[in-house]
């Protein structure tokens, strides 16, 4: 949560559909939560301040430009993650990604196509849960 008591929810897509209705849905859920948007994931790995105010980061997982499993790697490695809540969310998700990163408590993968409201969801219990 920042200073001004919003919680700031970034949301990393290239579809800019998608992005538009998970900002509309996750504003509408919660007076309290203030979205950001990203078209692409070196944009938002190359943008740190961004990436250490968010206090939830909900991205698709495939990226141009960047490989699936490198682009989640980069993303929970960086420093301004450390301990952050991530949302992923994929058509598919790989072996090895299941494997590397479904135990961890502080990521959730969510297969698409979903709902708008299951995302919610997931988001208030990732922001209500906290870092560890």
């Not at 007076?31 to 250490?52: I, K, N, Y």
């Not at 952050?84 to 598919?92: A, D, Q």
Request: a negative charge; proline letters at 6%.
């Amino acid at each position: 949560m920042n200073l001004s008591g919003y919680k700031e929810i970034l949301v990393i897509d290239d579809c800019k559909p998608v992005r538009m209705i998970l900002h509309r849905a996750l504003e509408r859920a919660d007076a309290s939560w203030r979205v950001r948007e990203m078209e692409t994931g070196a944009q938002a790995l190359g943008d740190a301040e961004t990436l250490g105010n968010a206090g939830l980061i909900i991205a698709d997982l495939e990226m141009p430009g960047l490989e699936a499993s490198d682009f989640l790697r980069q993303l929970t490695q960086h420093p301004a993650l450390q301990g952050k809540p991530i949302l992923v969310l994929s058509g598919e998700f790989p072996a090895e990604i299941q494997e590397a990163y479904g135990h961890l408590r502080t990521i959730r993968l969510l297969q698409k196509p979903c709902p708008s409201h299951d995302i919610v969801e997931v988001a208030r219990h990732l922001l209500e849960e906290g870092a560890p």
